[in-house]
């Protein structure tokens, strides 16, 4: 009965209006108004009193840790000794609070540590007891664990001392599966970053491969071009060259005709030595001369063919090769400029993270290499530098 009203009624003075109207809806039938005056005036006294003895103990305390300095003062000044001196501080204070305040050693040592360890939690004060605050002095719970339980308190939230380990045990092993679970999640957010970071890069390496199929299949496309008009070029040289070898061919048979005259008529003066003499020449001599002048011309005409020959089939040679190494260039240059675009990709990309301006000394670097190769790309194009 008496825990049933306990439970039932505040515990400040500041609600004697509820006391009265709950004294009102419990015994108007019972009683008449000033009897009922009588009781609401004592409930608010205990009600008071009750509040007093909640904060009493924090008084004893207090009064409790000065005897106990004051002992410690006196004895250290004649002992030298803080250690000693505490330990026969703490001897004295219980002998006397055993014999003067009939205060055992453990309820002694109780209102110390609960005053040392709330002295500055005024809520915990407030709204917890001596033995919850007994339970919570140990020095492994936390100030946000004792706040756990003064809001607890503050709702009204009905729980005994043996519950208040066990919520602490189970409120700390939530509070580590939180942890664990940010930790998780900034390691997500950490791979997201980087997952980003890679699909950023990967997009740009796409891009800047795309640019230079792009520029390779339009340098194919003009090497194709070129190809068909050397090709065409080619096949008039190759037709010049076959004319030059038919003339050639042509110059030989000639040649070889004009010797095997020339031999017959040797032949014909030596072994028969009757002169022979061909209808449009006045004498073998003469025949034999514009013989030997037709056989010298027609191997004058055929060296020449043959310089001509070998001149064409020289340019052949060095349009092919210059052709192979135009192309070779045209390809190294395509791809030193889509490197240059690449890395002005990069570079942007490295800007939009921020915090670049620290890093002064690698910037005026890479500006001093630009520099360096605008230089070289300005002699190879021959452009009077400003």
Request: charged share 30%.
């Amino acid at each position: 009965m008496d825990e049933k009203e306990d439970n039932n009624l505040p515990a400040s003075q500041g609600k004697s209006m509820s006391i009265f109207q709950l004294t009102r809806a419990l015994l108007a039938t019972e009683l008449d108004s000033a009897a009922i005056g009588r009781i609401v005036h004592a409930a608010e006294q205990i009600a008071q009193s009750r509040e007093r003895i909640r904060t009493e103990y924090m008084i004893i305390g207090s009064y409790l840790a000065d005897i106990h300095q004051t002992i410690y003062i006196s004895i250290n000044k004649r002992l030298d000794n803080p250690a000693k001196a505490k330990m026969q501080a703490a001897q004295l204070l219980n002998d006397f609070a055993c014999r003067a305040l009939q205060i055992s050693k453990s309820t002694v040592t109780q209102y110390l540590q609960v005053y040392q360890r709330f002295v500055n939690s005024s809520e915990a004060v407030e709204f917890l007891n001596l033995g919850e605050l007994t339970i919570l002095k140990r020095s492994d719970i936390s100030e946000s664990e004792v706040k756990l339980l003064v809001d607890a308190k503050k709702r009204k939230e009905p729980f005994s001392r043996d519950e208040i380990i066990p919520f602490i045990e189970r409120y700390r092993a939530a509070n580590d599966e939180i942890n664990t679970l940010m930790a998780q999640l900034e390691t997500a957010k950490e791979q997201l970053a980087a997952g980003t970071a890679q699909k950023t890069e990967l997009e740009l390496e796409i891009k800047y491969l795309r640019e230079r199929s792009s520029t390779a299949d339009q340098k194919e496309a003009e090497h194709r071009d070129a190809l068909a008009a050397a090709q065409l070029a080619l096949d008039s040289q190759s037709n010049s060259v076959h004319a030059l070898q038919l003339a050639v061919e042509r110059f030989g048979r000639e040649k070889a005709e004009l010797e095997k005259r020339i031999a017959e008529m040797r032949v014909r003066e030596v072994v028969k030595e009757i002169e022979v003499v061909p209808k449009e020449y006045k004498s073998i001599s003469d025949a034999i001369t514009e013989a030997s002048k037709k056989l010298a011309e027609t191997n004058a005409e055929l060296a020449k063919s043959e310089q001509r020959l070998a001149a064409v089939k020289g340019d052949i040679l060095d349009n092919e090769d210059g052709a192979l190494k135009g192309r070779q260039l045209e390809n190294r240059l395509a791809g030193i400029k889509a490197d240059i675009e690449s890395v002005c990709d990069k570079f942007r990309t490295i800007c939009t993270t921020g915090a670049v301006a620290k890093h002064r000394g690698d910037l005026l670097s890479l500006r001093d290499a630009a520099r360096h190769f605008f230089e070289l790309v300005n002699n190879a194009a021959g452009t009077p530098q400003s």
